[in-house]
């Protein structure tokens, strides 16, 4: 008889939503916001599902642990080795590519479509008749072609755009054109027209986008970085935008959150800054997760969406 414990900063709206499906066998579900609320509602939960950053705080009060589903793609703080990892760490996966495509298209077509410049020209009361771009025929890099790389390719594909993919090893998305492994980095990012990075901080991306890779990109391309910040050598980035050699990034996610007030990319005109908000998580999605998994734990069968504690998804 599961005992669930919901720990997120939208534990009310969770614990409605999940009460609401009347899951079967279930003994007992709690909800709490933070480690103060939580550990005073018992010690004895074997589910939880939450926010990683949160329950990394009670994982050491909670002995009978045996399932963590979290609301994030990604599990950062629960992947220290010096945690316990007794117990099956699942994560969200399969409600974040429709808008991460939503981000990432918008901003390729703001680009493409010139839209600061017409607005620009509006403001000066000038007829700007230049001729606009399109993504047709363009060529879209995607570091990371897990769930929503895989969901970018296929939009790329309705644009008519040719699709490269970088990745470990998996090649199972149809709609990547080429795919590209281990030391195949520069000959994957050679005459990009867009590079987009949804990569997972773990030790083998950190900082993969340095200026060795930077160099390889024509001087038109643009890159956005929807993933971690911590897969960018923000240093070599800047130097690239302001020497030319990069047209335009796009960048919601930082080494460092909230970004310093003295950090340079304040003062980079060339680049826009999201702020963490390209795939909002909505309760109702991330419930339906939760719940699908759930009835799966209940009957014995592979939950999905399971991590690798050592690869880090």
């Known amino acids: 008889m599961p005992k669930v414990l919901i720990l997120s900063w939208h534990a009310e709206e969770f614990h409605k939503l999940i009460e609401a499906a009347h899951l079967p066998a279930l003994e007992k579900l709690a909800a709490a916001k933070d480690a103060a609320e939580a550990l005073p509602l018992g010690t004895d939960f074997d589910v939880?599902?939450?926010?990683?950053?949160?329950?990394?705080?009670?994982?050491?009060?909670?002995?009978?642990?045996?399932?963590?589903?979290?609301?994030?793609?990604?599990?950062?703080?629960?992947?220290?080795?010096?945690?316990?990892?007794?117990?099956?760490?699942?994560?969200?996966?399969g409600v974040f590519g429709g808008l991460m495509s939503e981000f990432v298209f918008g901003y390729l077509l703001l680009h493409e479509r010139r839209v600061f410049e017409r607005l620009q020209a509006q403001q000066e009361k000038r007829w700007?008749?230049?001729?606009?771009?399109?993504?047709?025929?363009?060529?879209?890099?995607?570091?990371?072609?897990?769930?929503?790389?895989?969901?970018?390719?296929?939009?790329?594909?309705h644009f008519g755009m040719t699709v490269r993919g970088y990745t470990r090893s998996s090649e199972s998305c149809r709609d990547v054109d080429a795919y590209y492994h281990g030391s195949g980095l520069p000959d994957f990012a050679t005459g990009l027209d867009y590079l987009v990075s949804v990569l997972p901080n773990i030790p083998s991306?950190?900082?993969?986008?340095?200026?060795?890779?930077?160099?390889?990109?024509?001087?038109?391309?643009?890159?956005?970085?929807?993933?971690?910040?911590?897969?960018v050598d923000e240093s070599a980035l800047i130097d690239a935008l302001q020497n030319g050699r990069l047209a335009l990034a796009v960048l919601d996610v930082f080494e460092q959150e909230p970004l310093p007030p003295e950090h340079p990319f304040w003062r980079t005109s060339n680049?826009?800054?999201?702020?963490?908000?390209?795939?909002?998580?909505?309760?109702?999605?991330?419930?339906?997760?939760?719940?699908?998994?759930?009835?799966?734990?209940v009957n014995g069968q592979p939950l999905l969406h399971l991590v690798d504690f050592e690869r880090g998804y």
């Open 271 to 297: 680049l826009l800054m999201t702020f963490h908000t390209s795939a909002p998580s909505f309760p109702a999605d991330l419930s339906r997760v939760f719940i699908e998994n759930y009835h799966r734990y």
């Open 205 to 231: 991306t950190r900082r993969i986008v340095d200026a060795s890779l930077l160099s390889q990109l024509p001087a038109h391309a643009v890159f956005i970085n929807a993933g971690r910040g911590a897969t």
């Open 128 to 157: 700007d008749h230049s001729r606009t771009g399109t993504l047709r025929g363009k060529t879209i890099g995607l570091l990371g072609v897990g769930s929503i790389g895989a969901h970018l390719a296929h939009t790329a594909k």
């Open 48 to 93: 939880i599902f939450g926010e990683p950053a949160r329950i990394r705080d009670v994982l050491s009060a909670l002995p009978n642990l045996r399932w963590v589903q979290s609301i994030w793609a990604g599990v950062e703080p629960l992947l220290d080795p010096s945690q316990r990892r007794d117990y099956l760490l699942t994560n969200a996966r």
